[in-house]
C-alpha cells in the first residue's frame, strides 16, 4: 500500500469519526475536557486565553465534543 492509500484511507477514518461524534451531540464539562486532554483547569484557562485554534465552550459552559475531537486531531 502506497503512502497516498494509507494518508487516503486515514483521512477516511477520520471524517466517519467526526461524523459520529458530530450525530451524537455530546457535550463535555470542564472537568471531562480536562481529563481528556491530561491537564489541570488552571491549564485549560490559560490555553483559552492563549491558543485560538482551542474550542470555545458554548452558552451552557460545554465544549461540543466534535469540536474537541476535530482540534486533537489538527495538533
Known amino acids: 500500500m502506497t503512502s497516498e ?9 477520520t471524517t466517519a469519526v ?15 475536557v480536562c481529563e ?3 491537564i489541570h ?15 470555545r465552550p458554548g452558552p451552557d459552559g460545554k465544549w461540543a465534543l466534535a469540536d474537541v475531537v476535530a482540534w486533537e486531531l489538527k495538533n
Open 41 to 55: 483547569r488552571n491549564t485549560l484557562m490559560r490555553r483559552l486565553q492563549t491558543d485560538l485554534t482551542f474550542p
Open 36 to 38: 481528556r486532554q491530561a
Open 5 to 13: 492509500a494509507i494518508a487516503h484511507q486515514l483521512q477516511v477514518r
Open 18 to 32: 467526526l461524523a459520529l461524534v458530530n450525530q451524537a451531540g455530546k457535550r463535555l464539562t470542564r472537568a471531562e
